[in-house]
């Protein structure tokens, strides 16, 4: 069965930097675009952004272009979402899922990862 | 593309038949998906292609619509239903997701 696993809950500070990470198993990581989606506190699902595994070939959202990195490591099947200088305001919890198909649905979601970023 | 949903919210009881719409800022063609969040957890595809049922959802919901206006309904609300409900849009390269309807037992 597909499955993908997301990283733990994070508290860091403004200023610092942060990785998290989404694993994928039981398909071809290669071969499916994944996606990032965030969600603030009491709020909806935001697009961020999403890339291809198989050439790394990435898009981000116009309020995120800039502000975060997407990237993949083939060779272990897990997807990246890294912020150089963390702010208040990227308190949220991230999602990473599945895109099904090219302009498909995200089909396959990880459990989401809390970032609370305070002083 | 702006994706807005109506209602924002809603109240209903089981067994009511429960309407939501998705209208597109422009058009999007079929590219439009359904997904069901309950609190704490991460959101389900319910719907994908505006009407294709997802392998494991219940019959009792359904999608129609193309071009710019769309609409999620279920038959039948069950306990289990009462849930958040956002519309997505994967027409272009740049994707986005409606504002929520939030389905809440009267």
């Known amino acids: 069965e597909v499955q993908v696993v997301q990283s733990g809950a994070e508290v860091k500070k403004p200023g610092e930097s942060l990785k998290i990470s989404c694993k994928a198993s039981?398909?071809?990581?290669?071969?499916?675009?994944i996606g990032w989606v965030r969600q603030m506190p009491g709020k909806g699902l935001e697009w961020m952004g999403f890339?291809?595994?198989?050439?790394?070939?990435?898009r981000y959202g116009p309020s995120f272009q800039g502000q975060v990195t997407i990237s993949a490591d083939k060779s272990i099947s897990t997807a990246y979402l890294q912020w150089s200088s963390l702010k208040a305001s990227d308190t949220a919890i991230y999602y990473c899922?599945?895109?099904?198909?090219?302009?498909?649905?995200?089909?396959?979601w990880g459990q989401g990862t809390l970032v609370t970023v305070s002083s | 593309i702006q994706l807005t949903q109506s209602p924002s919210s809603l109240s209903a009881s089981v067994g009511d038949r429960v309407t939501i719409t998705c209208r597109a800022s422009?058009?999007?063609?079929?590219?439009l998906n359904w997904y069901q969040q309950k609190p704490g957890k991460a959101p389900k595809l319910l719907i994908y292609?505006?009407?294709s049922l997802q392998s494991g959802v219940p019959s009792r919901f359904s999608g129609s619509g193309s071009v710019t206006d769309f609409t999620l309904t279920i038959s039948s609300l069950q306990p289990e239903d009462f849930a958040t409900y956002y519309c997505?849009?994967?027409?272009?390269?740049?994707?986005?997701f409606g504002q929520g309807t939030e389905v809440e037992i009267k």
């Open positions: 899922a599945r895109i099904s198909r090219a302009y498909g649905p995200f089909d396959y």
């Open positions: 039981e398909y071809s990581f290669t071969n499916y675009w």
């Open positions: 890339i291809y595994p198989g050439d790394s070939n990435t």
């Open positions: 422009q058009s999007i063609s079929t590219y």
């Open positions: 292609a505006a009407s």
């Open positions: 997505q849009q994967s027409s272009s390269a740049m994707w986005t």
